[in-house]
């Protein structure tokens, strides 16, 4: 079991350089614009630190919340780390060389950010073959350092019909939802997914 014993917002960035030392272990959470990267941090961590809404293109830096859990075991062990909200995969509400330069920045970021230890892939569950998903997953993959993971979550859940969510489900993948009550009732909640986060914070060879 774990315990939320602490969460919250610490700075912002725009670029590399402007982020806090990289002196902690971070999860970061990335995905296309919209698919509920901030909902996703909030859900997690039962607090509304991360900015969502309805309109794409909201989280425009780079935003780096402190987060404090203790793993209760026979041995209970407390955990420090850090959570990094990031603007959305192709937005494109603003012109050609904002969005360049937002993507250079971020890709910049994911790149040489070297206290990563976990990167967070959240798809859309209704769209889940989208080719800028794929590109993603693929450049990730290329990145990871032996001490990084990577982990894809199905969010939106709560919007597939019920043999949608069944079918999803069977293939074994990590579903989430902002809505309680349907993610924490058959498909494991939302402490399997913050038991998961951690396995790949401390990188425990369990996805
Ligand atoms: N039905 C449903 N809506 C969700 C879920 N997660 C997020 N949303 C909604 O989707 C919209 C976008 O959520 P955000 O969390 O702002 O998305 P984001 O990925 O952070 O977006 P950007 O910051 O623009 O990149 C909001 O209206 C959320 O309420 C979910 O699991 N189910
Ligand atoms: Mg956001």
Not at 43 to 49: A, G, Q, V
Not at 98 to 109: A, G, P, R, V
Not at 146 to 160: A, E, G, H, N, V
Request: glycine content about 6%; some cysteine; hydrophobic content about 35%.
């Amino acid at each position: 079991m774990i315990i939320l014993k602490d969460s919250k917002f610490l700075t912002s960035a725009t670029n590399l350089q402007g982020c806090p030392p990289p002196d902690m272990m971070e999860v970061v959470f990335l995905g296309r614009s919209n698919v509920g990267k901030s909902t996703f941090i909030n859900t997690i961590l039962e607090k509304n630190l991360a900015k969502s809404s309805s309109t794409p293109g909201k989280t425009q830096l780079i935003n780096f919340f402190s987060v404090l859990w203790e793993k209760k075991a026979e041995d209970s062990q407390s955990i420090s780390f850090r959570f990094v909200d990031l603007p959305g995969f192709g937005y494109a509400k603003v012109s050609k060389g904002t969005k360049k330069d937002w993507e250079d920045n971020l890709w910049n970021f994911l790149n040489h950010r070297s206290c990563i230890k976990l990167f967070v892939h959240l798809v859309d569950a209704r769209h889940t073959q989208l080719q800028i998903d794929e590109y993603v997953s693929e450049i990730i993959q290329k990145l990871l350092k032996p001490d990084q993971r990577l982990l894809s979550i199905y969010t939106k859940f709560d919007k597939l019909n019920k043999n949608e969510q069944h079918r999803l489900y069977q293939k074994g993948k990590l579903v989430a939802s902002n809505n309680d009550k349907i993610i924490n009732k058959n498909y494991g909640g939302k402490e399997r997914i913050r038991e998961m986060i951690l396995d790949g914070v401390l990188g425990i060879e369990r996805i």
